[in-house]
């Protein structure tokens, strides 16, 4: 009679490691349907994605299961009652050897792992990692070994998927997220721990909503399509909003472009395809997209100012060279262009604005002068012969009535019109709310309008 108690946890192939206590070693895995509970253990002994042999005291087979006739080809009707592996599942050669560590690990304490070389009953030859342990009897005394083994390929490929696994999320040079199919952070690795803004641990288990504050519905909306179609032939750019860091409240929200490539993960022990989620690896390209965002956005300025010095040339009136010079300006950059020309002392009128016919939120015309406070941004810039950049607070339409803009404005560039070392005039940018403010950058293009503009405005009478 042969009886065994398996304790899984984690035998190399196929995830389980079995260990067995054995009382006596008598029939096959199919015998054990004569005792109690031998339904159950043959199941078991059959069902194991391990190949399991066991062999008493003298070197007997006493069980094998189908793992094992599946790899060697060998059925429990003939391996079973063998004595070591000789003639039939090793070349004669190697067979006493194989038996000699196989059996070593009766009297060795833990488990032996070797690598054998066995016969399949077609007489190729199939290399195996074998993982031997002793078996004791009620008595206590040595009464035989089990022997679980498997291809040494599939035990490769499953060391390099685990290696994978570990140094991917270990410290590798992108980021690397496990999604759920609750769509939930299940593992994050350093990189993007560090590239959200948290600890490895922070993220799990919560909503995609709580990790990033801005592009989630992107975010999740891709997820999805390769939970329920597969992943994208080829990565894409996702533009995330990401809260500030915890202990920094006031450091505010930042604004992150992830290169993202994403592997739908499917378990492989069920005969359906069951999700088991997403594999999200990113990289970090902001810097990249800005920079290349910021080098377009160069060329097209450049390229506008060339076509609007082209069309300026042929106005013989100043007022129309600048209107031109504006309306070739005001693309891709801002929604009002306005000039106004010095009138007489911290006095100015406006001359052109642009595009024209727009409201311009109350500015006189005519040449009479405007109604600007002793505050107002471009008597700011008039006094500072410079640029002065600014936004609007919470009432965006009582602040830009105040200073006699469209009411729709929510950010404001004023830049001194220099000529011939005075100040003629000031022209100003104005932005909705659509856009954002005014950076630097802008200040610079602003400026080197301005200086055509005033150019063309301070040009002499023709005689």
């Known amino acids: 009679?042969?009886?065994?108690?398996?304790?899984?946890?984690?035998?190399?192939?196929?995830?389980?490691?079995?260990?067995?206590?054995?009382?006596?070693?008598?029939?096959?895995?199919?015998?054990?349907?004569?005792?109690?509970?031998?339904?159950?253990?043959a199941a078991l002994l059959d069902g194991m994605d391990a190949a399991l042999c066991a062999l008493d005291a003298d070197g007997t087979v006493t069980h094998w299961n189908r793992e094992a006739e599946r790899i060697l080809g060998w059925p429990a009707a003939e391996a079973v009652g063998r004595r070591g592996f000789d003639g039939w599942a090793a070349r004669s050669a190697d067979a006493e050897g194989i038996l000699a560590r196989v059996m070593a690990a009766m009297r060795t304490p833990g488990r032996q792992v070797h690598e054998l070389a066995l016969l399949r009953k077609d007489g190729g030859r199939v290399l195996v990692r074998s993982q031997s342990a002793g078996v004791r009897g009620a008595d206590g005394r040595p009464a035989g070994v089990y022997c679980a083994f498997s291809e040494v390929?599939?035990?490769i490929d499953l060391e390099r998927s685990i290696a994978l696994s570990e140094a991917l999320f270990d410290e590798a040079p992108w980021g690397v997220v496990l999604i759920d199919a609750d769509l939930r952070p299940a593992v994050v690795n350093g990189y993007a721990a560090r590239a959200i803004g948290t600890g490895r641990t922070t993220p799990l288990g919560r909503p995609l909503g709580e990790v990033v504050a801005g592009g989630v519905d992107e975010?999740?909306?891709?997820?999805?399509?390769?939970?329920?179609?597969?992943?994208?032939?080829?990565?894409?750019d996702l533009w995330v909003t990401l809260p500030p860091p915890p202990g920094a409240p006031g450091a505010g929200e930042r604004r992150r472009c992830w290169r993202s490539g994403f592997v739908r993960l499917a378990s492989p022990m069920t005969e359906e395809p069951v999700p088991l989620g997403v594999a999200w690896l990113f990289q970090d390209v902001t810097a990249e997209r800005l920079a290349a965002r910021e080098a377009d956005r160069t060329r097209f300025r450049w390229s506008q100012l060339h076509r609007a010095g082209l069309a300026a040339a042929e106005y013989a009136d100043p007022a129309e060279a600048v209107a031109v010079l504006l309306d070739f300006a005001l693309a891709g950059f801002a929604d009002h262009g306005l000039v106004d020309r010095v009138a007489g002392d911290r006095r100015l009128s406006r001359a052109v604005a642009s595009p024209a016919g727009a409201p311009d939120g109350g500015g006189l015309g005519g040449g009479f002068p405007q109604r600007y406070g002793s505050e107002h941004p471009a008597l700011q810039a008039w006094d500072r012969a410079a640029s002065v950049r600014v936004s609007a607070g919470r009432d965006a339409a009582e602040w830009a009535g105040a200073r006699h803009w469209p009411v729709d404005t929510a950010h404001a560039l004023c830049t001194a019109l220099r000529?011939?070392?005075?100040?003629?005039?000031?022209?100003?940018?104005?932005?909705?709310?659509?856009?954002?403010?005014f950076d630097r950058q802008d200040a610079v293009y602003a400026e080197t309008v301005a200086s055509r503009v005033a150019a063309a405005l301070d040009v002499p009478p023709l005689p």
């Not at 975010?219 to 894409?236: D, R, T």
């Not at 000529?419 to 403010?437: C, H, K, Q």
Request: with cysteine.
């Open 419 to 437: 000529s011939r070392g005075r100040t003629v005039g000031v022209l100003t940018f104005l932005r909705t709310a659509a856009r954002g403010g």
């Open 219 to 236: 975010l999740e909306g891709a997820l999805q399509h390769v939970l329920a179609e597969g992943a994208p032939p080829e990565p894409a």
């Open 153 to 155: 390929h599939a035990q």
């Open 1 to 41: 009679m042969f009886w065994v108690t398996f304790q899984l946890n984690g035998l190399q192939q196929g995830g389980y490691r079995g260990e067995c206590q054995v009382s006596a070693f008598t029939g096959s895995a199919r015998d054990t349907a004569s005792v109690p509970g031998g339904d159950l253990l």
